[in-house]
Every structure is written in C-alpha cells, then in structure tokens.
C-alpha cells in the first residue's frame, strides 16, 4: 500500500464517501484529493469542500458539469427513448461516465497513482466508475474500499464517523440513502427494502404527491430539433436551464415519481424509488414528436434497441465500442425528429395534447375517413392476399394431413 502517493477520490460529502476520505488517509498514509462533480444536487454542492478538507482531503476540486450532464449524457439517453426494465429513466446510470471521466481528468493533472470511489460491492455503481476508469487508462490503480474494508454494514460506517467526528447525513428521521443529480433524485435502503412498505410522503423532494397537486391542468410546449429539446413555450434555453424549468413545472404538478424493483447488473433485485419531473415530460413530448417524423421502420428498429441502449447506460459500458455504434445509429435516426409537442400536466399524469412539425409524415388526405382521391381502398384487397399466403398455405397444409 505504500507505493501509492496520491489518490483522487470520487467525493460526494455523504456518509460513504466522508468515511472513505478517513480511511484511504489512515489505510495508504497518502495524499488524498477530492473529486466533486457538481451534476446539479443543488444546495449539496456549497458545504462540501469544506467537508473534505476538514475530513482529510489535501484539495478538493468542484467542477461545474451539468450543462455537458445534460448535453451529452441526458439528451442522447432521451433521442434513445431510454427506459431500464420498462420504467427507469437511467438517472444515476448516465451521471456515473461522466463523473468517472472528470476524476480521471483532475487524476491526470494531479499526477495521481490511484483513484477511489465509494460504491458498494453489491451495486452497480462500482461497475459504472471503473468500467469508465479502465476506458480512459487501463493502467490505472483502483480502490474500492467496500471490497476491501472490513466494515459490514453502513451501521459499521456511522459508528467510523462518529469516532472520527463526521457528520452523517443518515438519520432516524432520513433512513435511507439518496442520489441526486440535475435529471433526477433516486432514494435507496433503509426503510425501502421492504418492498411491500409505501415509499413515506416526506421523503420526495423534487415532487408533490399528485393529490397535493393544483386542481387545474398546466399546458406546455417543447420544441425539439433533430430530437434534441431547445425550447419550452418558445423560449429557447440551454439544456441544463430546460431541464432545470420543466423539473420545476412538473415537480409542481407530481409528475414523475416512479416506485420499482430492478435487477442490479450483479444479479440481485433492488428497490429503487426515483423522481425524474423534467425527464418524464421530456420523453412523452420526444415520443409525440417522433410519431409525426420518424418513417415507421425506422422507428421499429430504433425502438428495437432501446432494451440495450438502456442495458449499456444501466451496466456501465458508456465507452465502449458497441455503445459508440449504438449513439450513432440512435443520432442518425434523429435527422428528421423537428416540431413541437403540447402537454397537458394534471395530478401526476403527463398527457399529449397536441403535436406539429414542419416535417411532418402525417398527411390528412390520406389519414381520413372521409371520401378522399389519393387513396384507392381495393388496393388493399391485394396487399392483404399476398401477406396472407404463407398464412394460407401452413392452413391448406394442415387441411390435407388432417384428412
């Protein structure tokens, strides 16, 4: 352990990571440097550099990341219609690459032998940090202190703080560990690993409960190009300042609360109770945009890859080589994906009220019911009979041997 002089580590201020900060300085007897990526905990981020330094950092970096969080993690998650098992929008998943890709940065500069993390061996997290280390330098030492500690438990952990008096965020009154970044806020342990006890009402942040929400229904518009969001009611913004207000409209109105048991990439099952405002109106305003704009069997094989677009941003493999052809395929796919899409927000739900586009496919004169010119119905007749003959000779085949 002694040959390493200087380690960076992925530093957050909570119970596990101010705890690690302790222990990589007692353990490696080396300088340890905090990484703080500030991907939008918003009131988080103030209090902890001081917290580092007084826990046993020698520096601590905070870096601003959230416009490229949401530029370039966020956005493409979206053109992908990205959903983890049907329901999760990967919040925690598409932070982690970037977060790991900045500490390797501030490695570099620093002259780092290792760096850290404070992910569980249990999680998917250590996945996610070091998958991203390993992309960017295969040489580079890791320590994952929960694989090699002998704390059992984070009980173990807040007895470690108090000792060595640190603050624990872990309370009675918060029993539970949470993640939050500028897409998303996502709320683990404690109290929810029964997942047959409800998720207590106190504990949400970004949202109100849809029965607390205004009895009248908000109405919006997202303007998108080439899948891409730019503008909410005509106001064009940058994408951490969009993400930022739709949060704030549909926390307001309790949209995007999601209670879930997932399947970690480790093999175990876990509870996850997640808030993502911003990004559910997000994705029901993308998908209204598509059905105008996207041809249909492009849309099919996009959406055909959504089940492992997701698997990758959820396991952790961001960079590599079958994600760079998946976020090409998903960026291709986007060319046409301009209009607008109107919403209506009312009591947790996040409905379509309308949708346009200067690229539209739709066409009224062939869509309609009525008498139209450009549409000949007995064509049909055709096109059904030859779709159908393989349907009719397994049928007339299964006729004759059963005379």
């Known amino acids: 352990m002694s040959d390493i002089k200087k380690i960076v580590l992925a530093y957050s201020g909570g119970l596990d990571t101010s705890v690690i900060m302790r222990w990589l300085v007692e353990t490696y ?100 940090f070091e998958l991203t280390y ?23 952990l807040v007895e470690y703080a108090k000792k060595y008096g640190i603050p624990t ?13 500028l897409f998303h806020i996502s709320f683990e342990g404690g109290i929810l ?28 518009e997202v303007e998108f190009e080439r899948g891409v969001p730019v503008a909410v009611d005509g106001t064009r913004m940058s994408p951490a300042t969009l993400l930022a207000h739709l949060n704030t409209i549909g926390g307001a109105n309790g949209i995007g609360r999601v209670d879930m048991v997932e399947n970690r990439y ?34 099919h094989l996009r959406d055909s890859l959504i089940p492992r677009f997701a698997e990758q941003v959820y396991y952790g493999y961001w960079y590599s080589p079958e994600m760079e052809v998946l976020l090409a395929t998903i960026a291709e796919s986007q060319k046409t994906v301009t209009g607008t899409a109107r919403l209506k927000l009312y009591k947790g739900n996040c409905d379509v009220a309308g949708r346009k586009s200067p690229a539209s496919l739709y066409d ?28 009719r000779i397994r049928a007339l085949t299964r006729m004759r041997s059963s005379v």
């Open 134 to 156: 390993y992309a960017i330098d295969p040489t580079i030492r890791i320590i994952a202190p929960w694989r090699e500690w002998t704390f059992r438990s984070r009980t173990d």
């Open 364 to 391: 009224p004169a062939f869509a309609t019911f009525e008498a139209d010119q450009v549409y000949n119905q007995a064509d049909a007749t055709g096109f059904i009979r030859l779709n159908a003959l393989r349907l």
């Open 266 to 299: 480790v093999g175990m099952k876990s509870r996850g109770v997640y808030e993502t405002p911003g990004g559910t109106i997000l994705q029901a305003a993308h998908r209204a945009v598509e059905s105008l704009t996207m041809d249909r069997e492009v849309m």
């Open 29 to 128: 007897k080396c300088e340890v440097v905090a990484f703080v990526a500030d991907v939008g905990q918003g009131e988080e981020v103030e209090p902890v550099r001081e917290k580092a330094l007084r826990t046993g950092a020698t520096t601590c970096y905070v870096e601003d990341l959230r416009e490229e969080f949401v530029r370039d993690f966020v956005f493409p998650c979206l053109q992908a219609n990205a959903l983890y098992e049907g329901r999760y929008l990967l919040g925690t998943s598409m932070a982690r690459p970037l977060i790991a890709k900045a500490q390797m940065a501030v490695a570099k500069r620093e002259g780092a032998d290792a760096v850290s993390h404070g992910a569980t061996g249990k999680g998917n997290d250590q996945v996610r």
């Open 193 to 220: 690993e029964d997942p047959w006890a409800e998720a207590p009402e106190k504990m949400y942040v970004l949202s109100v409960s849809p029965e607390a929400a205004p009895s009248r229904p908000t109405y919006l």
């Open 169 to 181: 965020p872990v309370t009675a009154e918060r029993p539970y560990s949470s993640d939050r970044n």
